[in-house]
């Protein structure tokens, strides 16, 4: 049996961050971010709301959606790049909140890739019998590292998180192929130093061939055509990315999840987040096949193909 996601859930800041409060605050304007990157709003943590509470409220709601116990966990896994404090971990915080007793814990540094490294991870120890259940968070509050001098970036990012609760599902649904790279060469184009750092011209290059290339490798893993992919969940980065990746699937607007004009950028919380909508919403429905697939700083990239139900 395979391992799949039987529990899902989200945190969202409340505070909203629009193009035109940014407009008040640097040289830009709402056209110019909606036509290049396609954000419009993102949210913003108060400062009391710290990346551990995010990861929390979210691990909540998907333990809750999984119908299981705490203390049934095996491992908790948490994707992030701005933790709350180098050590302990994000995990070992949310594992002592939660109450998971039984799990064992650790954060992962993908970036923006982070999830699926999550995911991936998740799986193998499923599959093996290590462990019945695996908690996944991305999350992010990346309004900390942000420099909101800097124009090419302050726009883009926003906080937030997402969870998922793995464990074995029927026979063939879950997932059915996946991706994980990294080139540490391309490392300087994407970094925090103070503040995030990013050579944006470099990193869209990158993201547009990457994105498309791991998309199509993990369908044809999984033995499948890229016709019958329902939906696909891309890292929610750049309008003009997502797009490229969703061309090259061949699939129509409407089987793209699009959160990034809400939310903008979340890095590791990215996925997750959109997966909760688009299953919320109804464009996820069961035995559809999804395929998620983000890149991140390092550089990293990953991509899944599943087929979602339990």
């Known amino acids: 049996m395979n391992a799949g996601i039987i529990g899902i859930g989200r945190c969202l800041p409340e505070d909203k961050l629009t193009n035109f ?12 971010i909606r036509t290049m990157t396609g954000i419009e709003e993102r949210r913003i943590a108060k400062d009391d709301q710290d990346t551990s509470h995010m990861a929390l409220d979210a691990a909540k709601k998907a333990i809750k959606d999984a119908a299981i116990d705490p203390a049934e966990i095996g491992l908790i896994l948490v994707a992030t790049v701005t933790p709350d404090q180098p050590f302990p971990s994000m995990s070992c915080a949310i594992q002592q909140e939660l109450g998971a007793v039984n799990a064992a814990a650790m954060d992962l540094s993908a970036a923006c890739a982070g999830f699926m490294y999550g995911l991936v991870t998740a799986k193998q120890f499923i599959e093996s019998d290590v462990y019945k259940y695996v908690l ?4 992010e509050k990346l ?7 800097d124009r090419n970036t302050a726009v883009l990012f926003g906080d937030g998180a997402g969870a998922a609760v793995l464990g074995k599902v029927s026979e063939g649904r879950g997932i059915l192929s996946f991706e994980l790279g990294a080139d540490g060469t391309g490392g300087k184009h994407l970094y ?3 503040y995030l750092v990013m050579n944006g011209r470099e990193v869209f290059k990158f993201a547009v061939r990457q994105m498309g290339e791991s998309a199509v490798n993990v369908i044809e893993k ?20 997502m797009e490229a990746s969703r061309e090259r699937l061949g699939l129509p607007i409407e089987k793209m999840s699009k959160t990034i004009h809400k939310y903008g950028n979340t890095s590791a919380a990215s996925i997750p987040i959109s997966l909760v909508e688009d299953v919320e919403e109804g464009r996820i429905k069961e035995d559809d096949v999804v395929v998620m697939v983000g890149f991140g700083g390092g550089l990293t990239w990953g991509a899944i193909a599943m087929r979602w139900g339990k």
């Open 21 to 32: 409060d940014l407009e008040k605050r640097m040289d830009t304007s709402d056209e110019w």
């Open 222 to 241: 999984a033995g499948l055509t890229q016709e019958e992919v329902s939906f696909l969940i891309p890292h929610q980065a750049n309008i003009r990315i």
């Open 192 to 194: 925090q130093d103070e």
């Open 136 to 139: 996944v968070v991305g999350v």
């Open 143 to 149: 309004s900390k590292i942000t420099n909101w001098e």
